[in-house]
């Protein structure tokens, strides 16, 4: 692993606190389409098909731990947007190579293997930094003031992810994931992304970027440096691809749970081998699912969960903090 090029403080909570198991959290494991019932078009994905709901979409990098259904199949008890066919509103095809830059090279060119821990990563306030990747597109699109003002208040309580996504939601009508891509270029971010997601890989470490922001958002950073998947709440696309402005699913801290437990049971990985990366208390219910948690420059809240506290400006710091079972030695 690259050797610190900065300053890091490390202090460590909650020294001696149980890791919680698998079992311990079985009802995450349920299907998360809480929404209710969707409005036009279907939810956009990279390469403009609908997505069935509930999917959790892995790189080729890794197999599963039992045999999974294809990747057009819903979960059991899911459907699709419609119930029925791909939209022919969102026919067109977009390649999954992203304009950011390459991701990093995949764990390994042979056969798929079982990964052996999972990191999850959140983007605001943790791989964004200094503005939530929301508010710097936002500003971009013109309705910057308005999303600071929704962003205070859920920041102190007074407001839910789901209402703050659904107010939001109408100013993104009529554009295009291409659009936000090409905004999310210039989003300031925490140097060494593409270093410590490199050296996860070479451990055979499963990497999610899990995010309360808008999906197609984390999918313009999670393309760009190689992340195994990626979440978000997502939003119906109409003609042409175009987004709608209509939430299509919401996405929640129990929904970054949820996601986490998902790829859990799909690889066989306990829940005491996953790390959550984040610093708000959107991580915090998070935190405390996982096995092993690390507030990145981390708000006081996020800190006090959190099994190690790290306050640095280059990711792979956090890869000292990790403990050793999650960075096993390279085959």
Request: aromatic share 6%; proline share 7%.
């Amino acid at each position: 692993m690259p050797a610190s090029r900065h300053s890091t403080a490390i202090a460590r909570l909650g020294e001696g606190r149980a890791a919680p198991e698998f079992e311990a959290i079985t009802e995450f494991l349920v299907d998360t389409t809480r929404a209710g019932p969707r409005t036009g078009g279907g939810r956009c994905r990279a390469d403009g098909r609908r997505e069935k709901s509930g999917e959790i979409r892995v790189r080729p990098r890794f197999a599963p731990f039992t045999p999974a259904a294809p990747t057009d199949t819903p979960p059991p008890g899911a459907a699709g947007c419609d119930g029925s066919q791909r939209s022919k509103d969102c026919a067109q095809v977009w390649e999954r190579k992203s304009a950011l830059g390459a991701p990093t090279e995949p764990m390994t060119q042979s056969p798929r293997r079982i990964p052996r821990a999972i990191v999850s990563f959140d983007l605001d306030g943790t791989l964004v930094r200094g503005i939530s990747s929301g508010q710097f597109v936002a500003d971009r699109l013109g309705h910057g003031d308005i999303l600071r003002a929704l962003e205070l208040q859920y920041d102190t309580g007074l407001m839910s992810a789901q209402a703050v996504a659904a107010t939001e939601a109408p100013y993104f009508s009529g554009r295009s994931r291409e659009n936000i891509t090409s905004i999310m270029r210039d989003v300031p971010l925490i140097e060494g992304i593409r270093e410590t997601l490199q050296e996860l890989h070479r451990r055979s470490v499963f990497t999610v970027l899990n995010t309360l922001a808008w999906r197609f958002m984390a999918s313009a950073v999670g393309d760009r440096f190689g992340f195994d998947e990626w979440t978000g709440a997502r939003m119906n696309c109409g003609p042409g691809g175009l987004l709608t402005g209509a939430v299509a699913r919401h996405f929640d801290e129990r929904d970054k749970v949820r996601a986490v437990a998902r790829l859990a049971h799909r690889f066989g990985v306990p829940m005491s081998r996953i790390a959550a990366v984040g610093d708000a208390r959107s991580d915090i219910p998070l935190f405390r699912a996982v096995g092993f948690s690390i507030a990145l420059n981390g708000s006081a809240q996020a800190r006090a969960a959190a099994s190690v506290a790290v306050a640095t400006p280059w990711l792979p710091d956090i890869l000292r903090a990790l403990p050793p079972h999650f960075l096993p030695a390279e085959d």
